[in-house]
Each structure stands twice: as structure tokens, then as C-alpha cells.
């Protein structure tokens, strides 16, 4: 894109630009000055997002990049489309459009092992009448696919992949990508139209310190860099899209008019010569990442050779991509109806390691369950130390034939969960021992049960340490009565203390000996004393949730405080009452009536009431005459000005209602970052109206 000779003359106009931005002193006229400025600026973004060799500081190009706004600002008449301020986004996007490819994107047919590979060739090879076929073979980027369209040499509009047919027009998040290039000489070559296909993606440091952030921030973490590449395009502020610090790798060009008479370029007579245009052009291809061989042999040596460098990278790649070079020679292969015969993938093996199991310990959960984790010598996989793997139940064990001893396959699923794959059988030497599942819990022992319908055996104690502990960590968390500086740290060294042994313990702690211990300073006593005394005056329905009843969400422990005035009217409600009220099933409202019938359960209730505690509905007198009365609620994706839990109760404090689940019941629909299917389920029934965060905000009229 810039001869060697071209980047010096930028760098040197960078220099002059900032020396007169010291005096705000123009060029000869102020159209060549806002030219210099859009020339200097791209020159800057190709150096720093595509070469990731920058030649001028941060602070610098800021500075030039204020000084061209301000300048565009003032001579609004001379604004380009291809200017770099024309990134930056103004307002919110209300939907994404439908729009067609002008060529399907299709899928591509994979392969995982030298014989798939080998077996393709040799169609290609009978189809083509060759001897040996030119392959051009390149890393399959794990991220989102996208299609981009220029339009004399300006970028027009960027799609998702969607169905391979039509796409979600994304144009103006796509501008927000600053690898991607807002104009290109396609001109150059003759071309007015052209289709590019490429991968959004995130760069593994990028992620990790984004993530980091969020954590700071009280946020949850993004799951893998696939997921948020994805789920970032599709934001619906622009401006948060730029902070997510996507890149894209482009690798097709599909073009679709051209002068009369015009050449084909003859870069375009090869896929590698397609990315090598397209690097020249400016944008970044994995041109650099390619590799040009003949034969299928080479082709096999090269993915596994590739296959073992790929954590060397610094993006995110689930295998290899092969195509045949020669662009007439894929027109002759042609394709299918869902992908072409002239590529394959060639997918790497699942994240796996070999460890021996050394042990199996039985944790006790909040209901009782029993949980098996294996306890596996340490083992890098993917880039993480696993040393605990969760075996679900006794069937797994049983179904993986798992000894004491073994040596067992450990995958990392989606390259995020661990799990044993088998054991090695074929290793074992005589000394390996049977898993023996306990009989009685591991921590109160008594009798375990396991109901017929169920496969996880339980502990019915509901007195157990293990699960009184698991209760107070529920009914103290953030969902729940939102304890703040309380935890499950807290929790255990309180409980193993003797300071704290029941859940109503909670508002009797002796706060003068848990001053004495280390750690606890006078700050941070009376926070946590505030914030256990704050828990008081809870909503009912946080209540009823941080009771743990046994399938009794947050949704449905609304729908339980809405229904009465006192907790305690449960008591005598039957279960077909509970069933009559919405979207509870049988086992929720056998769950219920089991609970409220249990005398110590009560007793905890009564002690609790005794202490305090709100047990009473005190909006459902109000609720009827909010301004939201009537209205149904949803909320989908991550909220940044509120919290999920405190909109919801905004929703309710004005007589609206919070339902589960997409319907033709649904009045609004709240969409934040990282939305999901609800807002694809929404998008499909008329009725329902898709808010934003600040949408939401104002038609509660409240300030935030």
C-alpha cells in the first residue's frame, strides 16, 4: 500500500503537521491541510493496527486526530466519507437490517485426520486430470465471519455471515474495526465493485485485559475471544464496539464490476495472489501466515506442523485452511449447494492431555447433592492448569470405566471446561482400584438416597454441615440478600470459628470477636456490619431466592412474593395453588409445598421474622398503579449503567412484571451488550418493542 519512499514522505508530514499544530498554522489552504491530516492519520492507522509497528506516540496522534475534527468540525462542507472521524459513531443502532450477499458465503467441508485429507485430494486430482495440484494453505482464524463491500473504492457496508445467503448489515460496527481500511484503490485494477470476505477476531492479550477490566468493574468475565469477537459486532452501541479492540484478517475478494474491456488483475489469478493484493491494499490478510506447496503430502506436513505452533500465535485458531491456488482450476471443481470442492478445513485435535487420576472426593452441595471431582496430577491444557475435574455422578464413572490410578484423557471442551475423554486401559498394571461411591454423606453420614427419576444420589439432611455452610454462601450472595463483605470466605472461616452456625446467625454475630481476628479492621467490621443490617429491609422476593429452595430460580421466587402479602401465607397455600400461578410445573410446586411444610423450615422463618427481617410483599399494594402496571419485562445481555437485578426491581417498583422467557406474552424486551437468542426470538414477533439500556432509562425518566 505505501512504497518506501511514500512512508517517509508521510513520516516528515507528520512532523510538519505537529510542529504547526503548535501555532495552529495551516498548510497553503485549509482543503490541503485536512488532506495532510486524513493522509497522515491512515498512514498511522495501517502502521499501528495492521504492521502493529506504530511511528508516532498515542499522545501524538491523538492530537492530530483532535486537531482534523476540530478543522471538519468548522468546514463540515468538507468532510470525505473515507475520513478517519468518520469511524467514530453517533448514536446507537436501533436494529440490524437483512441483507444479502451478493455471492453465498458457504461453509467449508471439514477433515480431521491425513486420510480425510488424502481422500479430497484425490477428487480434486480426478476431477481436475491433474497429477499434483498447487495448494495454498493458511490458518483457519477461530472468530466471526464477515463480508465487506466497496463501492468506488469506499467502503459501503459490512455484513455477518448469517445464514451463507443474507447477513446482518453491521456497517457501522465494521467501521469501527480500524484494520479494516474506509477506502481502497480498487480503482486501480479497474474494479467499481467489489465483495471481500474475512474473520473478526480478538487478540489473546486484548482479551485477557479486557477481561481484566471487567472483573475490576464488577462485570463478568467475556467467555473466549470467539464469543466476544462475535457477540461485539452485534452491539448495538458502536462506541463500545471500538473499545473491544477488534482486528480483522481479510481473505477473499469476489468482484463483481469492472471497466469494459478491463484485464482481470493478474494477482487475482491465485488465492495467494489475492492475499498478497489485499495486503498491498492496505488491509491485513494472512499473507505473511500462507504457505504456496505442491502435492497433499506437503500439505499434510505443513497442518501438522502448523498444528504444534499454534499457542505461538497471537489469535485464536481451530485449524488450517486448504484451497486449491488456481482460480480456473476451482472454477472446474466448482461446488456443492453447501460448500466448495476446491477447499477444505483441516481441524485441530481438541485441547488433550494424559494425567493419572489420584483421587475422587465427594463434595456436598446446597441441596444435598453429592458431586464427585476427580483429582488429577496437575496438567498444562491449552493454557491452563487442570487439577480438578468434575465427574458429575456415579454413572459417568461407571460409563468411563474410571479406576483409582488410571491414566485418563483429559480434553478441555470449547477449549474452557475440563473433562475425562476414558481412561487408558490399555496402561493399567494391576495396582488401579475401583471408585467406591459413599453410601452415606461424607460430611454428616448419614444414609444417601437417590430418587428414581433422578441420577444424582443426595444427602436428605437438611441439618448437614457441608449444605448449611453451601445455604449461608447462597443466602449471603449477590442475587440474593447481596450481602456486601460478607462472601464465602467469610462464610467458612465464621462457620469453622464457631461464630456462625445457622442462617439467621447471620444477624447475630458477635462482632466484637470478629474483631479480634486478622484481617478485620474497624473499616471493615462496620461495612460488613452496614451491610448485614441494610439486608433487612430486602425485597420478599430476595428472601424467598436466598432461602434455596430446590428449583426455585429468581423468576420464580418473584412470582411466589407477587402471589402473597406474608412469606408465611405459603405455609397454607396447597400445591395446586402453586401450580395455578405461572410458569411453575409440578416439581417447582412440589419443591415448594415440601419446604413450607417442614417444621424447622418454619422454625428458621419464625426466628428470622424475630430478628427483623422483612417477610412482608410491601409492593403489592402499590404495584397496580405504577406506570408500568400491566407491562411485561425481560432483560437480555450485560447492563453497564445498571444492575440486572436493581432494573428489574425498577420494572417492578412501577407495577411491571419480569417474565422468563421470550413470548408473545412480552411487552419489552431490554437488550445489553452480549445479547443473545431472546433478542433473535424478539426480533420475530411484532409486538414486542427491543429497548436499549438508555431507551429503558428514559422511559423510566430517571437519572442515572
Not at 497429477?131 to 463491500?149: N, Q, R, T
Not at 441439618?463 to 470466605?489: L, T
Not at 419480569?658 to 419489552?668: E, M, P
Amino acid at each position: 500500500m505505501y512504497t518506501k519512499e511514500i512512508e517517509i514522505t508521510l513520516a516528515q508530514l507528520a512532523k510538519d503537521l505537529l510542529s504547526r499544530l503548535q501555532q495552529q498554522q495551516l498548510l497553503q489552504s485549509i482543503d490541503e491541510t485536512l488532506d495532510a491530516l486524513r493522509r497522515v492519520i491512515s498512514y498511522n492507522d495501517w502502521r499501528y493496527y495492521v504492521q502493529s509497528e506504530p511511528v508516532i506516540s498515542d499522545y501524538e496522534y491523538d492530537q492530530l486526530f483532535a486537531w482534523l475534527k476540530k478543522l471538519e468540525q468548522e468546514h463540515p462542507e468538507l468532510i470525505t466519507a473515507d475520513s478517519p472521524t468518520q469511524r467514530v459513531a453517533k448514536g446507537l443502532t436501533k436494529e440490524f437490517v437483512t441483507v444479502p450477499h451478493l455471492v453465498p458465503m458457504l461453509s467449508l467441508e471439514n477433515s480431521y485426520n491425513a486420510d480425510d485429507l488424502l481422500d479430497w485430494d484425490r477428487k480434486a486430482r480426478e476431477a481436475s486430470g491433474l497429477a499434483e495440484i498447487e495448494y495454498c494453505i493458511e490458518p483457519k482464524f477461530d472468530g466471526a465471519s464477515i463480508s465487506l463491500i466497496y463501492e468506488n473504492d469506499q467502503l459501503t457496508r459490512g455484513a455477518t455471515r448469517g445464514d451463507g445467503v443474507a447477513g446482518e448489515d453491521i456497517t457501522v460496527n465494521i467501521k469501527q474495526i480500524r484494520s479494516i481500511p474506509l477506502s481502497a484503490r480498487f480503482s486501480k485494477y479497474g474494479i467499481h465493485q467489489i465483495e471481500i470476505r474475512g474473520e473478526v477476531l480478538i487478540n489473546k492479550n486484548t482479551f485477557a485485559a479486557f477481561n481484566e477490566k471487567r472483573i475490576a468493574d464488577n462485570l463478568p468475565p467475556l467467555a473466549n475471544p470467539r464469543n466476544a469477537a462475535s457477540g461485539s459486532l452485534r452491539m448495538v452501541d458502536p462506541n463500545e464496539v471500538a473499545k473491544r479492540g477488534l482486528e480483522a484478517f481479510l481473505y477473499h475478494m469476489s468482484f463483481h464490476t469492472m471497466n469494459p474491456g478491463q484485464t482481470e488483475p493478474a494477482a487475482l489469478t491465485t488465492h495467494s495472489g489475492t492475499l498478497e493484493l489485499l495486503s498491498t491494499l492496505g488491509f491485513r490478510s494472512p499473507a505473511k501466515e500462507k504457505k504456496v506447496v505442491k502435492g497433499i503430502q506437503a500439505v499434510i506436513d505443513h497442518c501438522l506442523w502448523f498444528e504444534n505452533e499454534r499457542d505461538n500465535l497471537p489469535y485464536e485458531i481451530d485449524g488450517m485452511v486448504v484451497k486449491v491456488n488456481d482460480y480456473q482450476l476451482q472454477d472446474k471443481l466448482g461446488m456443492t449447494t453447501h460448500h466448495p470442492r476446491w477447499a477444505i478445513a483441516y481441524k485441530f485435535k481438541a485441547r488433550q492431555a494424559t494425567s493419572k487420576l489420584r483421587a475422587v472426593e465427594f463434595q456436598v452441595g446446597r441441596t444435598g447433592s453429592i458431586t464427585p471431582v476427580a483429582k488429577i496430577d496437575p496438567v498444562p491444557i491449552g493454557g491452563v492448569t487442570v487439577g480438578s475435574i468434575s465427574l458429575f455422578n456415579e454413572e459417568v464413572i461407571k460409563e468411563k470405566d474410571l479406576k483409582l490410578g488410571d491414566m485418563v484423557l483429559v480434553e478441555r471442551a470449547g477449549d474452557v471446561i475440563p473433562y475425562i475423554v476414558k481412561s487408558v486401559a490399555d496402561l493399567r498394571d494391576g495396582t488401579e482400584q475401583d471408585i467406591v461411591f459413599p453410601t452415606h454423606c461424607p460430611v454428616c453420614h448419614d444414609k444417601l438416597v437417590k430418587p428414581a427419576e433422578e441420577s444424582v444420589w443426595r444427602c436428605t439432611n437438611i441439618n448437614c454441615e457441608a449444605q448449611v455452610v453451601e445455604r449461608m454462601i447462597h443466602f449471603v450472595s449477590k442475587d440474593a440478600m447481596d450481602i456486601k463483605s460478607f462472601g464465602e470466605s467469610n462464610v467458612r472461616k465464621f462457620f469453622s470459628l464457631g461464630l456462625l452456625k445457622e442462617i439467621p446467625g447471620i444477624y447475630e454475630l458477635d462482632f466484637e470477636k470478629i474483631g479480634q481476628l486478622e484481617g478485620f479492621g474497624k473499616k471493615s467490621l462496620t461495612n460488613l456490619e452496614t451491610a448485614i443490617a441494610q439486608s433487612k429491609t430486602q425485597p420478599l422476593h430476595r428472601l424467598i431466592f436466598g432461602l434455596g429452595i430446590r428449583y426455585v430460580g429468581e423468576t420464580t421466587a418473584k412470582t411466589l412474593a407477587n402471589a402473597v402479602t406474608h412469606i408465611m401465607d405459603l405455609q397454607n397455600w396447597t400445591e395446586e395453588q402453586i401450580l395455578a400461578l405461572e410458569d411453575i410445573g409440578p416439581k417447582v410446586a412440589g419443591s415448594i409445598r415440601s419446604f413450607f411444610a417442614n417444621a424447622d423450615n418454619i422454625a428458621m422463618l419464625n426466628k428470622l421474622a424475630a430478628l427483623g427481617i422483612n417477610m412482608e410483599n410491601t409492593k403489592k399494594s402499590s404495584n397496580e398503579s405504577g406506570n408500568l402496571s400491566g407491562q411485561t419485562f425481560l432483560f437480555t445481555g450485560t447492563l453497564h449503567k445498571l444492575k440486572r437485578s436493581d432494573a428489574e426491581e425498577l420494572v417492578e417498583k412501577e407495577g411491571g412484571k419480569i417474565v422468563s422467557g421470550v413470548s408473545s406474552k412480552l411487552n419489552y424486551l431490554v437488550v445489553g451488550e452480549e445479547a443473545g437468542s431472546k433478542l433473535e426470538k424478539a426480533k420475530k414477533i411484532n409486538t414486542i418493542k427491543i429497548l436499549t439500556e438508555e431507551e429503558f432509562i428514559q422511559l423510566l425518566n430517571i437519572n442515572i
